[in-house]
Nanobody, 121 residues
Framework: QVQLVESGGGLVQPGGSLRLSCAASGTAFRISNMAWYRQAPGKERELVAVITSGGNTNYADSMKGRFTIWRDNPRSTVYLRINSLKPEDTAVYYC???????????????WGQGTQVTVSS
């Protein structure tokens, strides 16, 4: 019913920056909070940032400074900008969203397929 699709990943050099996008599509849905997670090889998935429907943001402590999350509600899209990329930023970045549909009054959690970010010289 609802699908999240990430884009914007790729191979970048240390010190560079990029912008990730995640667009939600479907029928008769309302998005609550949205978030970005990442999972590096051999490591657990970790929270990067969260943004509420009202635009309030929260970042994981280790992500503060170089990461920025924002959303475009009319386009049902959330973005993540990463500055000063480091090799340790290499991971699959996943979009997450809590979404209401006509089928239930409780939100359900949706995940995108992920977009690979590789930082290497």
């Amino acid at each position: 019913q609802v699908q999240l699709v990430e884009s914007g990943g790729g191979l970048v050099q240390p010190g560079g920056s990029l912008r990730l996008s995640c667009a939600a599509s479907g029928t008769a849905f309302r998005i609550s909070n949205m978030a970005w997670y990442r999972q590096a090889p051999g490591k657990e998935r970790e929270l990067v940032a969260v943004i509420t429907s009202g635009g309030n943001t929260n970042y994981a402590d280790s992500m503060k400074g170089r990461f920025t999350i924002w959303r475009d509600n009319p386009r049902s899209t959330v973005y993540l900008r990463i500055n000063s990329l480091k090799p340790e930023d290499t991971a699959v970045y996943y979009c997450n969203a809590n979404i209401f549909t006509s089928a239930t009054m409780m939100p359900r959690t949706y995940w995108g397929q992920g977009t690979q970010v590789t930082v290497s010289s």
